[in-house]
């Protein structure tokens, strides 16, 4: 299929194709390594020595520019992909990454019980160069000149942009008493997948029937709202039937309530799993001893309790990777939303609300939708059709729809799902859901009425459908 640069209904039918799961045969490419490919910049001069390869289906039209994309994850390999195949051959997109592949979040829960393995999990980026053409990098960003226009990375190398894309996801904070040493070592939040998952999976595998996992839950916004309250319930289910009845999940959630699905996971910790899942709200002052597994915090009566745990997993508070004081986001002006730790952007092209040219997708940023890899997907999408405009003298599309779906598994073999549309509201300037007639109404998202494994079987399909999407 080839894609017209100018083509905007294209482009929202391509949007709205990926949201509804029509596209097939998208697998995960297990076990694949990758190393720079396409054309390197020479040291300190930001200019490019090798070329963008031609690219069948990319049509040698559009606007001319260098776009430089931070992060190969949801959002960011997402926008190289389609800056490319909506921005055309003369649009140069330089994609950076330190790791070869992607390892998805999503599903990864799964992967904590045994029933995924973190493999499964890992999505070759060389797809994003020999199908579209993306030029890619392999090292981290480590400062931008908003001014110059230009971004330092790793590599001592230096990469001019005329608009510069940022999709680093979260970084977490030293938390509970604990540093990021514990994190890697002994208590893993695993709330980032790869090597803490395999560890957090080697450490449930290793529990014995009456023991105690302890899992933290941090106040919002963080990463997939209803994450925790899944990891929760797998955990549980693979206990109780793995291990004996007598094994507790106790979850100790900052929130004052569950934060998404509030009525299946109520019924799924009182009903699925009662007797097994502990459910705490309003928990405050959490203190973990990495040494002797003891956890102790304020129950929402204020009253001190201390438990012992032979699994802890603390999920601690995150905020936009670079943010934190010294950051390359706060150092560049970026980190302007809540409390410092975010990027506002612009809901119609995702470019800071702070710095000129600078768009950020996906976790990073403030913009009203939950951070979910399926949201930065769909952001991805609007701010690649943004920037071909802006490099094409336009205006942003006025009236983006992007929508999110989330399943949850909710034992090995069942599951649960949350949905919505989303449309941008001219009123407040972000975006509201809406109803399938694109009628503006706000409310909440639309969680499915059972918990079944029907909806386990749509789960794997949505998933093959959204990494395919994605990276390949
Ligand atoms: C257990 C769990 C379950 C989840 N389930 C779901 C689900 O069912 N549905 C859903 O939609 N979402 C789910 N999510 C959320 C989803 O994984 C995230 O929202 C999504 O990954 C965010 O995408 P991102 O591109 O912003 O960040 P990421 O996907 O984390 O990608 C960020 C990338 O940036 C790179 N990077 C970081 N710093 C730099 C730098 N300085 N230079 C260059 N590159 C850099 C990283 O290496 C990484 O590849 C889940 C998350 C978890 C933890």
Redesign the pocket.
Known sequence: MTFKTSDAYGRRRLLILAATGIASGLYPLMGRTDSDEGGHESESTGKQTGTTSPVVGIAASGPTGKVVV????????SVAKYLRLWGGANLQVTL????AS?T??????LAVTGARTVDSLKFSLSNLTSRYGVVRKT????SIDPVGKTVKL?DNSTLAYDRLVL????EFDDAYGLTQQDYTSTMPH????GAQTTRLQQQVAGMVNGDVFVMTIPKSPY??P??PY??ACVVADFLKTRKGSACKVLVLDQNAAIQAEAGTFTKAFTVTHAGVVDYQSGVTDIQINPNTRAVSYLDKAGVRQQVSARVVNPIPPHRA??SAAGG?MSAAGLANGTNGRWAKVNVLSYESTAVAGIHI????SECGLP??????NQEAKICADAIVRLLSSQQPDPAPVAN?????PITASTASWLTAVYQYDPKTLTMKIATSGGQIIGGTPTESNAISSKNFRQMDTWFKT?MGDTFS
């Open positions: 931070i992060g190969g994850g949801m959002a960011g390999a950076v990454e330190p790791d992607y998805s979040s999503i599903m990864s829960n090292a981290s960003l480590q790793s999709a680093p996801g979260v695993a709330w980032r997948a990463r997939c209803p994450g899944e990891r990777t670079g390359w997708i996906g976790d990073a951070k979910a890899g399926h949201v930065g999110s779906a989330c399943f949850s959204l």
